[in-house]
């Protein structure tokens, strides 16, 4: 246990964080698999614009910290390969 108050404020900001990033993650997750399931259902429209709000969610997490940046474009990439697969 913590004894000196920087201490205990330091576990208070990382319970926090920790929340926080969580949080942003399950975002990412929960609108990948939405476009997902666009993508398995066939609806091109749907799946470009769940692409563009998925892209947009990568970015803000990735600029937050939470995800490294190449993560981000990585994830990004492998959308858009399969976006383009399903438009072919």
């Known amino acids: 246990m913590a004894h000196s108050r920087s201490a205990k404020k330091r576990i208070r900001q990382n319970l926090m ?11 990412v997750k ?3 698999k939405a476009f997902d399931e666009a993508v398995h259902g066939g609806d091109a ?3 470009g614009e ?7 969610v990568l970015d803000q997490v990735a600029a937050k910290g939470t995800i490294h940046k190449n993560a981000a474009a990585r ?12 438009a072919k």
């Open 17 to 27: 964080r920790r929340a926080i990033n969580r949080w942003r993650k399950r975002q």
């Open 50 to 56: 769940l692409y563009r709000a998925t892209t947009k």
């Open 30 to 32: 929960g609108a990948e």
């Open 75 to 86: 994830k990004k990439s492998r959308l858009a390969k399969r976006l383009n697969a399903m």
């Open 45 to 47: 429209a749907k799946a």
